[in-house]
């Protein structure tokens, strides 16, 4: 429980985004470090009607369903 409260604080204040981590703009993916543990997250957009469809318009939160997965980078 400690490491997954400190995995999603660690997400949520995430903020290092550079034009070589993050070369859209789009803010959907990201690097922390947790208790020696490198943590991926990242952001996806889906249809809201298909959860196997990409959003349309990822920026219509009446279509789009968004999406957080948070693993261990070890885990990919």
Do not use: C, M
Not at 2 to 15: C, E, G, I, P
Not at 24 to 30: S, V
Not at 31 to 54: L, P, Q
Request: proline share 5%; hydrophobic share 35%.
């Amino acid at each position: 429980p400690a490491f997954v409260y400190q995995a999603l604080t660690s997400v949520q204040d995430f903020d290092a985004f550079t034009p070589d981590n993050d070369p859209f703009g789009e803010h959907d993916f990201g690097v922390v470090h947790v208790a020696n543990e490198t943590v991926f997250w990242k952001i996806d957009y889906y249809d809201r009607d298909d959860a196997d469809t990409g959003a349309d318009d990822p920026a219509d939160s009446q279509t789009t369903r968004r999406v957080l997965t948070i693993l261990l980078a070890s885990e990919y």
